[in-house]
Nanobody, 120 residues
Framework: QAQLVESGGGLVQAGGSLRLSCAAS????????MGWYRQAPGKQRELVAT???????NYVDSVKGRFTISRGNAKNTVYLQMNSLKPEDTAVYYC??????????????WGQGTQVTVSS
């Protein structure tokens, strides 16, 4: 069984920066893509950014040029550097790991979520 643990959320003023981190723990043979999603109050969860094991990235249009997703050398960690934050970026941010190979299963995993609040 694997687990995703997120950190790095918080309160920041508009124009500021935050860096989110997500680490996968457990006996893991490999992870395909990892990504970040967010859910604002009253809205559906949306994709923010993803990165494949090979480093190919994808971003939602609203964060292009402001957010950068990256993976650690061990490929079991993912980061989201968020710059030029806007109040509309306020949401709970969730880490996702796609196709996680463990001794018992191949599954997708979600983190518990971390709150990002951007004040105007």
């Amino acid at each position: 069984q694997a687990q995703l643990v997120e950190s790095g959320g918080g309160l920041v003023q508009a124009g500021g920066s935050l860096r989110l981190s997500c680490a996968a723990s457990g006996i893991i043979f490999g992870i395909n893509a990892m990504g970040w999603y967010r859910q604002a109050p009253g809205k559906q969860r949306e994709l923010v950014a993803t990165i494949t094991r090979g480093g190919v990235t994808n971003y939602v249009d609203s964060v292009k040029g402001r957010f950068t997703i990256s993976r650690g050398n061990a490929k079991n960690t993912v980061y989201l550097q968020m710059n030029s934050l806007k109040p509309e970026d306020t949401a709970v941010y969730y880490c996702n790991a796609d196709t996680v190979h463990t001794p018992l299963s191949i599954s997708d995993y979600w983190g518990q979520g971390t709150q990002v609040t951007v004040s105007s």
